[in-house]
């Protein structure tokens, strides 16, 4: 092995694993982590909807956060508006140390989810909504803006892909590629209107790792005539498939067999959102750290791994406040007839 000497970057060493460590210290190469997804902003609102805070946010790039911290190379692709927003999004991702390459469209909003704070059975808790609070104008657009061919030909062949929704650009990125490529799908709105094949098509051996929330997972197992999960695992013939049920925990379906682990604790959380980015990218690094290969012996491991994560995200306002601080924003940044 070629040993030199490297910078180490600022980063909160305790999060670190040692083989991550390791890694950066000898500069060992491994594969790097990219993801794909259109750039979407998180803004926070207090319970009278005055705006407390905003940062960057979207599965597939909240989970590159997370690998980034906890020593992995990474980087984020993708796309957003040439607005306030946009450009707090790109330096969420430059501020996590994520290296980025985001295409600025001028003719588009960046996506944002607008999430208040409330109260519900005597808790504070967070609900989003896709719209402006004040003028409910919403920046959200159908399908994808990302340049899928230039997207492709930023992508080395030992790069490892993080995707988080199945609209045909990332589809054509999917079937043009020959990475591996891990997803973490948490809406079924692009099967509507799919037939049974189309959608295996879409799934079938293209994914080395599966998470989904329940909802998917009830909406597949219908659509697709499955039994169950392991009858659902078959169709993706993914090396791990996962389902997130919340507080009932977590499920994993690995060489045709199921494991259940119920949440140990359940704390009384501040706000759900980065859970289970976080749960996905602890899994990730389990993964990678073991060369690749999952064994039975390893899941519980890597459940119990999890937790301590989640429990600290759970408890924390933002998907990546456990990394960095949320940018302060007024009420003007977000809405111009305010
Ligand atoms: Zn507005």
């Known amino acids: ?30 594969n790097r982590f990219v993801s794909i997804a259109d750039l979407v902003a998180d803004v926070y609102y207090d319970k009278n909807v005055k705006p407390i805070g905003v940062d960057g946010g979207i599965t597939a790039h909240n989970i590159i956060c997370n690998l980034q911290n906890m020593g992995f190379d990474t980087l984020a692709l993708g796309v957003c508006g040439n607005d306030f927003l946009g450009k707090i999004s790109i330096r969420s991702l430059t ?22 704070r409330i109260i519900e059975n005597g808790r504070y808790t967070y609900r989003s909504i896709k719209y402006c609070p004040y003028c409910k104008e919403s920046s959200w657009y159908e399908g994808s803006c990302i340049d899928e061919k230039s997207i492709i030909k930023k992508i080395k062949e030992d790069d490892i892909l993080v995707l988080d929704n199945l609209n045909e650009k990332n589809q054509y990125i999917i079937d043009n590629t020959k990475n591996i490529k891990l997803i973490d799908l948490g809406t ?21 790792i599966v998470n989904l929330n329940e909802r998917v997972e009830k909406y597949l197992i219908q659509k697709l005539d499955c039994k169950d999960s392991i009858d659902l695992s078959k169709i993706f013939s993914s090396k791990l498939l996962m389902i997130t049920r919340g507080e009932k925990g977590n499920e994993f379906v690995f060489k045709a067999k199921k494991y259940c682990f119920p949440l140990k604790k359940i704390i009384i959380e501040v706000d759900d959102s980065g859970a289970g980015d976080a749960f996905f990218s602890t899994i990730i690094k389990n993964w ?17 791994d999890s937790t301590k994560l989640i429990n600290k995200i759970l408890r924390l306002v933002g998907s990546r406040r456990h990394i960095k601080k949320m940018y302060p924003i007024k009420k003007k940044d977000i809405c111009k007839e305010v």
């Not at 980025?100 to 996506?111: A, E």
């Not at 049974?196 to 879409?202: G, P, S, V, Y």
Request: hydrophobic share 35%; aromatic share 8%; with cysteine.
């Open 1 to 30: 092995m070629k040993i030199k000497c490297v910078k180490i970057d600022a980063i909160v060493w305790d999060n670190v694993p040692k083989k991550a460590m390791v890694r950066r210290f000898f500069d060992v190469k491994t």
């Open 188 to 208: 079924c709105d692009e099967f509507e209107n799919l037939s049974k094949d189309q959608i295996i098509k879409k799934i079938s051996n293209k994914f080395e």
């Open 95 to 116: 501020d996590c140390n994520v290296k980025n390459d985001i295409l600025i469209r001028n003719n588009m909003r960046t996506k944002a989810y607008h999430i208040r």
């Open 288 to 304: 990678m750290n073991n060369d690749k290969t999952i064994s039975e012996e390893d899941i519980e491991k890597w459940f119990n």
